[in-house]
């Protein structure tokens, strides 16, 4: 799969790493396929599935060119920096998550579902979607005074 697909992939990830990791790592989502694994100091996830992997990077590219305009994103092939990357994967995933309106954050139970109602990615709601993801905002960060 090309690496342009997925928005935010890095030069150093493996040809199985999650296209959703930052969501997953920042506990926005979960997925059933996906495998944590270390790699020096530093946590990977890796899909365990080819299949659902380009499942998600037809929607990761989906998100990226149907929320390039409202969210003032480069062109597809350029890098994200990291908060257009989260806004991107957190805010797609819980707008998804809404419009399919299911319980479960799983991403590829998500992407099944999404295919099974809609027949497609490409036939989502996707104004709403859109309007959702720019609307998101990450979670408050708790400060504690020492």
């Not at 599935?49 to 350029?78: D, I, K, Q, Y």
């Not at 257009?84 to 998550?97: E, K, N, W």
Request: with cysteine.
């Amino acid at each position: 799969m090309d690496d342009s697909l997925v928005p935010g992939s890095a030069c150093c990830d493996t040809d199985h790493a999650c296209v959703f990791a930052k969501a997953l790592l920042a506990r926005a989502a979960t997925c059933e396929l996906s495998q944590r694994r270390a790699i020096a100091e530093r946590d990977l996830l890796e899909c365990t599935s080819p299949v659902a992997r380009v499942n998600c990077g037809t929607l990761a590219a989906l998100l990226h060119e149907r929320a390039r305009f409202a969210l003032r994103l480069p062109a597809p092939g350029h890098p994200l920096i990291h908060a257009q990357s989260l806004r991107l994967q957190c805010g797609g995933l819980s707008a998804l998550r809404r419009e399919l309106a299911v319980a479960d954050s799983d991403v590829h139970r998500m992407v099944r579902t999404a295919h099974e109602r809609h027949g497609s990615l490409t036939e989502l709601p996707w104004t709403a979607i859109v309007a959702a993801i720019a609307a998101w905002q990450p979670r408050r960060r708790v400060r504690t005074d020492r």
